[in-house]
C-alpha cells in the first residue's frame, strides 16, 4: 500500500547538522501520521518524532529541541538535525501508518563522529 526511502544520511562532526528525506510512495492518501525512529547497534529501534495528518508535531525527550520533523507535501517527510552528537548515530527509519497498516523505509545510516 505504502513504500517509504529514506535519503540524507552521513557522516557528521559533533555539533553539525542533516537534514534526512523520506519520499512515500503508492496509496500515499491513506497515511494519517508519519514518523522517525532511529536504531544504533545492539539497541532497539526507538520512536524520535511523529507528525499527523493535522500536522501535529510529538518529539522524544532526547531530541527535543534539536530536531525538527516536517511534511512538506503529502509523499515527502523530512526531519532536520541539530547540534548532533555521537549519541544520535543509528540507522534513522521513516515509518507511515495508513489505513491499512504500518510501512517501514529501509533506513539511512548517520554517522557522528570528530
Known amino acids: 500500500q505504502v513504500q517509504l526511502v529514506e535519503s540524507g544520511g552521513g557522516l557528521v562532526q559533533p555539533g553539525g547538522s542533516l537534514r534526512l528525506s523520506c519520499a512515500a510512495s503508492g496509496n500515499i492518501f491513506s497515511i494519517y501520521v508519519m514518523k522517525w525512529y532511529r536504531q544504533a547497534p545492539g539497541n532497539q529501534r526507538e520512536w524520535v518524532a511523529t507528525?499527523?495528518?493535522?500536522?501535529?508535531t510529538t518529539y522524544a525527550d532526547s531530541v527535543k529541541g534539536r530536531f525538527a520533523i516536517s511534511r512538506e507535501t503529502v509523499n515527502m517527510l523530512y526531519l532536520q538535525m541539530n547540534s548532533l552528537n555521537p549519541e544520535d548515530t543509528a540507522v534513522y527509519y521513516c515509518?507511515?501508518?495508513?489505513?491499512?497498516?504500518?510501512?517501514w523505509g529501509q533506513g539511512t545510516q548517520v554517522t557522528v563522529s570528530s
Open positions: 507528525i499527523t495528518r493535522a500536522a501535529t
Open positions: 515509518n507511515a501508518d495508513h489505513s491499512r497498516g504500518r510501512s
